[in-house]
Nanobody, 120 residues
């Protein structure tokens, strides 16, 4: 089995910063892309940022220049540094990973989610 465990969410004032972490563990052969999504109340889950195993990144427009995704392949961990946070960034943030398991079966895994609340 593979697990993704997120940490780093919390309550912050507008303009503040947070850093989310997501560590993958278990029967992992390799991990391709990793990403962060978010879901606000009453809204669909949406992509925030993604990063490939080689470090290529992709951001949605509403976080460009404010959020930075990175990863440590040795630790199977992906990070999301969030600066200049806005109240509209309030959501549950989920990480996901495109995992090639030890049995060479490819599976997409999701973390349990971490709450980010930005007060005005």
């Amino acid at each position: 089995q593979v697990q993704l465990v997120e940490s780093g969410g919390g309550l912050v004032q507008a303009g503040g910063s947070l850093r989310l972490s997501c560590a993958a563990s278990g029967s992992i052969f390799s991990i391709n892309a990793m990403g962060w999504y978010r879901q606000a109340p009453g809204k669909q889950r949406e992509l925030v940022a993604a990063i490939t195993s080689s470090g290529s990144t992709n951001y949605v427009d509403f976080v460009k220049g404010r959020f930075t995704i990175s990863r440590d392949n040795a630790k199977n961990t992906v990070y999301l540094r969030m600066n200049s946070l806005k109240p509209e960034d309030t959501a549950v943030y989920y990480c996901n990973a495109d995992v090639l398991r030890s049995n060479l079966v490819r599976v997409i895994y999701w973390g349990q989610g971490t709450q980010v609340t930005v007060s005005s």
